[in-house]
């Protein structure tokens, strides 16, 4: 599904991540750790689109059609979704209408119709349960004055509404309580499928004993330094990123 | 090129004939004896007129040398042979121009086509209130009384340009609400321009007198139908009495050849609430002279403002609110985006009088250039004489945000649209406060036709 071969990237000049290799397939997760700086972010902007972030080398290919001059709308359209640490706020905009705009502006670029009104409050009903939110907050404007945990609630609920084939959660555990943390885990959790994949980049070991990964990888200093299965999760938690350090300096 | 599409030969038959050199002012300054041809010279109003064209024809047009005038430049404008007197009646019909009213509801109008009354067009009532016009206003002897108690009473005497146009007063819109009164629905005062003239001056003059206890919501408008040279030099006095309310909005959403100068003076009594709406989103220059003055206590002042420009258009936002007594309130939010190469001025000057203590004055201009040939130009300019004062004031000039677009974008909403939503946002909280529903959903549509979007629902 996602490959990305031997990929450089610059921001402001400064090369932030030199070389990654990784490859998702239908029905994976995979957790991406690290510490501060290492890169995690600038991973996903980079998968996500971001133009500012310059790739210098390699390529990020999607279902086999390298993703290179691919608008983020356009990575969208194909079904790539990111979470964001940081969701902007859109006074004077409704949850629900963003959500029309964003679900028939991806069908019309797939040449649909727009999505009839009932079906879309239908869908809209069945995801809001989903993730345990309140009516009333979906004719909130979108992120004003929605507290750490409504923001990233708000992230997953709309990952439900837009079924991406890979979903890219940034820090998504990152100021949430306990509880919080298990209804969006558990919202991601209900949309996993066969068909689709998950990234889930944290610097704690926290939300992967609620989300499962298959791979888990080490990114320090722009680098996959490690991979392996989930136990690797457990073996960060307990050493630290420290054990990085040395072993580069060494 | 201004003046591209001028043909004089279509200049209105009986007005002298112009020389090509001959400038706006000498012109106009001669054309007050035709025009005293026209009034009733014995009525107390004339003493003011010709006081006023006294004090034009000492100072002219405003030059780019005065501070106040230091960005925007009217020397083209007075290059151009305005007709000053329009023919008489220019039909419209309702049908062609439905659109600029705000028909979803019903309205009192005060409609002028080429600064001519058009019954035809206008709905005035006097069933408890008055909701005419200016030349009755001016010609009945009923109105005298009221007249001598406000009309030029808050509007200046020394600044040019309402000079000019006091020296002209004829027509306009003349609304008086008595105490405890509030009109059954709003007041729209519309002034088309049909471009039968090549080039036309208008001078509208309005008088807006609303007592204690009363209630009023205006909107104003000035449309041209053609790509023809307009230049209006608009005054508006408004009274607002103990507890009074007044809502006013104006929507400047003009065509590419029309400039307008809108001199609007507000005085407020004691506890009197006036809000004024400017939704500039058009037009070739527009000079907005907005002035607050607080003779009471406990006054709420509010000043809100959205300018979306593109092309060449030019619009300069200059308030005054004065506080001259104590316990008052007043609020100014501005906000802009340019485009292309539009260029935008807000300066926003505060005073509070030593007597004005406990004023609370709060001051907002917020920019955003979506192109790098368009420019804006932000002054606040507080003068305060008082101790215990709270004062903020706050100005900004900046992009759109790259993250908010980047978050919008990967959401599936193409770049354009993901602007127009952040550029909606920014001016969302000027809109809040619109009182009228109908206009609100108007305007948001303005917002999102100026913004060359059409998203999956009303904004």
Redesign the interface.
Known sequence: MLKIENLHARVDGKEILKGINLEVNPGEVHAIMGPNGSGKSTLAAVIAGKEEFEITRGKISFEGKDLDDTAPEERAHKGIFMSFQYPVEIPGVSVTNFMKTAINESRKARGMEEMPANQMLKLIREKSELLDIDRKFLSRSLNEGFSGGEKKRNEIFQLAMLEPKLAILDETDSGLDIDALRIVAHGVNKLRTKKNAVIVITHYQRLLEYIIPDFVHVLHNGKIVKSGGKELALELEEKGYDWLKQETVA | MTGSNRKPWLNKAGTPQKKHNMDLKDKLVSSFLAFENSVDVNHPVHDIRSEAIRNFEIKGFPSKKEEAWKYTSLNSLQKIDFSIFAREENGLEYRDVKKYFLHEIDTYKIVFIDGIYSSYLSETTHDGVDICLMSAALTKPMYQPVLEVYFNQAASREESLTSLNTAFSREGAYIYIPKHKAPKKPVEIINFSTGNEASLLLQPRNLIVVEENAELQVIERHQSLTENEVLTNSVTEVFAGRNAIVDYYKVQNNTENASLIDNTYIAQKDKSTVKVHTFSFGGKLTRNNLNFYQKGEYIDSTLKGVTILGAKQHVDHHTLVHHLEPNCESHQDYKGIYGEQSTGVFNGRIIVDKNAQKTNAFQQNNNVLISDRATVNTKPQLEIFADDVRCSHGCTIGQL????L??????????K??SA??M??FA??V??SVGIPELKKRINKLIANKLGVR???D?
Do not use: H, M, S, V
Request: charged fraction near 25%; proline fraction near 4%.
């Open positions: 945000d790259e993250e908010a980047f978050y919008l974008q990967t959401r599936g909403i193409p770049k649209e993901a939503l952040l909606y946002a969302n909280n809109l809040e998203l999956g629902f904004l």
